[in-house]
């Protein structure tokens, strides 16, 4: 079945330091790609997406690029802020023929950035 | 707009208690997902909605749990005879039709004593 593997946490950087959380995953098929971010006492939020290989998702200084040779979907950050800690989760979404869009997630990577 | 609501947002019950949780996904959301996240884990998937048809409970860890959505917009999840193991934070999802994105609600936190 489908599966994603996250980098080991947590992670703890200053501010301003390079970020990447990486992220593999094994699928049948062709899956689309997400990161997800979980702040301090709020839901699930979509950060970015990747629908198919060689796509670079992008979002509030994210980017993350759905590398099909690699089975990958790292997360970078060029120049994180002390607002960037939280939480944050790879996930595909299979498009099974019955099951529709649902999404498997991978363990999480807790993130804080000290000033 | 509003967003997915979820009811309650915190439930505390004695094992062996019967429980329902309620998700009111955005208006004209086709599909509605529901997760259960444990501690320090990735959610995972319970069960799927397209409309009224629950087309996919292959997630459901036991016949305890039932889900429906009964007009094809609001979803109860219900647990019966909880157990400890069911404590984690259930979320709700809903995603309009054809759209790869879901948006997620705030959780319930259920805590079996």
């Known amino acids: 079945g489908d599966s994603v593997t996250q980098m080991e946490g947590p992670v703890t950087l200053s501010e301003e330091a390079f970020l990447t959380i990486n992220c593999t995953y094994t699928a049948t098929g062709y899956p689309s790609l997400f990161w997800y971010v979980q702040y301090p006492g709020e839901g699930l939020q979509l950060l970015l997406k990747a629908t198919k290989a060689d796509d670079k998702g992008s979002n509030k200084g994210f980017e993350a690029t759905y590398r099909k040779e690699t089975t990958s979907f790292h997360l970078e950050k060029g120049s994180v802020q002390v607002s960037d800690s939280a939480v944050y989760f790879c996930?595909?979404?299979?498009?099974?023929?019955?099951?529709?869009?649902?999404?498997?997630f991978g363990e999480g990577t807790q993130l804080t950035v000290n000033p | 707009g509003a967003g997915v609501s979820q009811s309650p947002r915190y439930k505390v019950a004695k094992r062996g208690q019967d429980v329902a949780l309620r998700c009111d996904p955005i208006s004209g959301h086709v599909s509605l997902f529901w997760y259960q996240q444990a501690l320090g884990q990735g959610p995972e998937f319970l069960t799927y909605?397209?409309?009224?048809?629950?087309?996919?409970k292959s997630g459901l860890p036991s016949d305890r749990f039932f889900a429906e959505r009964p007009e094809g917009s609001v979803s109860t999840l219900k647990i019966q005879r909880t157990q400890q193991e069911d404590s984690a934070v259930y979320l709700c999802?809903?995603?309009?039709?054809?759209?790869?994105?879901?948006?997620f609600g705030p959780g319930t936190r259920l805590t079996v004593t």
């Open positions: 999802a809903s995603s309009p039709w054809g759209s790869y994105e879901q948006y």
């Open positions: 909605f397209q409309n009224e048809a629950q087309l996919d």
């Open positions: 996930a595909l979404d299979g498009r099974g023929e019955t099951s529709g869009s649902r999404l498997t």
